[in-house]
């Protein structure tokens, strides 16, 4: 099969985001398939080193030939700047020959405009990253082109493992949402000696984007959740880094959270590309982490693709709640959490059985979240 990718790859070429597509490029292919990386958001790009909005594309075209030739994938990618439309890397003809005649279009979390091809591929599958948030933005009115976009798809997909089921209150308007998990390229989190002073770590944003509210109710962003577990350093001795971004309008307290024990490292010096973020994972102990307000507020199931890469590595993960527990193992390689006291429990139970915890933690990534056998799982379902 010829298989098309969307991302944002050349927008945002940093740390996770680079392997939340790349992931899907490596498990396709190594099932045997043809596969093409496309990136036609219309978006403007952005260039970090200059720290503004630019109709210049170098910045993400360097980043784009760097990633994709690190994997063998040099001839696999097209980019199309939004600020003038043209195609870089195998190019316009490439890109509307394979959306006409190939066989499946994988769209990443929205991330694909396709606004002016001769769109007959084979099957088109939406895959949602954002579960809850996704779903508000199809049927609160606030961007009909997005919802009439979404819908227009042959299957849909979502990490929110709980839609559709009783308890959920995410709201599905006739959509099939099927449960989904990030694949993971096994092979490229191989398990490594863990650094004897090493922290338990996350990556993570302050707040995203500002909260939705659906019927009444507010769905809001990691800096809710977080402030419920703003007083963990002084409740354990373990010690804590998050590679913190600024969140909407710079709101992150950073003082203020140093103050209360966090060890808080900028993403852009620690994280800025696929390798370093690799490299910042496996340099720890395990990962602690909140999840968005919204998928805990709705039950959503939604598991991050940053721990199943933690669980790759053999790094155990101490993860909030959000249903995912009635989905994946959450006795031993990864514990979830609800309160505070929950939390202190789950990294002390860890750090008392250490190797058993992270010899689970690569077994779970090898039952659920192996590329192969996602990317599978998805071609069955079509």
């Not at 036609?40 to 360097?62: N, Q």
């Not at 006739?174 to 449960?179: F, Q, S, V």
């Not at 989904?180 to 002073?197: M, N």
């Amino acid at each position: 099969m010829r298989i098309i990718i969307t991302g944002l790859v050349g927008q945002y070429p940093f740390g996770g985001v680079i392997w939340d597509y790349l992931h899907y490029l490596l498990g396709f292919r190594s099932l045997g398939h043809e596969v093409l990386y496309l990136e036609d958001s219309g978006a403007w790009p952005y260039d970090p080193e200059a720290g503004t909005i630019t109709e210049d594309c170098s910045f993400a075209l360097r980043s784009l030939k760097k990633i994709f030739h690190d994997f063998d994938l040099d001839h696999a990618w097209v980019y199309r700047n939004g600020a003038d439309g043209k195609f870089h890397g195998a190019g316009e003809k490439i890109a509307r020959e394979w959306l006409r005649h190939g066989d499946l279009l994988v769209n990443v979390s929205s991330a694909g405009w396709l606004r002016d091809y001769d769109l007959r591929v084979g099957h088109k599958m939406f895959i949602d990253g954002d579960p809850m948030f996704c779903q508000i933005g199809l049927l609160d009115g606030s961007n009909p082109q997005y919802a009439g976009r979404l819908r227009d798809h042959d299957s849909h997909f979502t990490f929110g493992l709980s839609v559709g089921l009783p308890g959920c209150p995410v709201p599905v308007d006739g959509i099939t949402w099927r449960p989904t998990v990030q694949p993971i390229a096994i092979d490229q989190w191989p398990v490594t000696p863990i650094p004897s002073e090493a922290p338990w770590t996350t990556v993570m944003n302050w707040a995203s984007y500002r909260p939705k509210i659906w019927e009444g109710r507010t769905y809001g962003q990691k800096n809710l959740e977080f402030n419920r577990f703003r007083d963990l350093p002084s409740k354990t001795r373990t010690p804590l880094r998050l590679a913190m971004g600024l969140g909407v309008d710079g709101q992150r307290p950073a003082q203020e959270l140093r103050q209360l024990g966090w060890d808080l490292v900028e993403p852009q010096e620690v994280v800025p590309d696929h390798q370093a973020y690799r490299s910042f994972l496996t340099s720890s102990r395990g990962e602690w982490s909140v999840a968005k307000h919204g998928y805990v507020e709705g039950k959503t199931g939604w598991f991050s693709c940053r721990t199943a890469c933690y669980l790759a590595a053999g790094r155990p993960a101490v993860v909030q709640e959000t249903g995912w527990s009635r989905h994946l193992p959450s006795t031993r390689g990864v514990l979830p959490f609800s309160t505070l006291e929950e939390a202190v429990g789950g990294l002390s139970e860890i750090s008392r059985n250490y190797t058993e915890h992270s010899k689970a933690a690569r077994e779970i990534a090898l039952e659920f979240f192996d590329a192969k056998k996602v990317c599978q799982d998805l071609l069955r379902q079509l």
